[in-house]
């Protein structure tokens, strides 16, 4: 019996992935300041209330 051989892609440049990934974010005027992605996550995620003692 005899393996087929099958024609391999290759692996996808991820350099060339993720420049077009910032190239679009660049695109859509995306923010990269690290301080205001967790000024705008504190808005969205609900901290827990303290938890009372019993």
Do not use: G, H, I, Y
């Amino acid at each position: 019996m005899r393996k087929s051989k099958a024609a391999k892609m290759p692996p996808p440049n991820p350099d060339t992935q993720s420049e077009k990934f910032k190239a679009a974010a660049r695109a859509l005027e995306c923010d990269e300041d690290e301080a205001r992605w967790d000024e705008r996550l504190k808005k969205v995620v609900k901290q827990r209330p303290p938890e009372k003692p019993e």
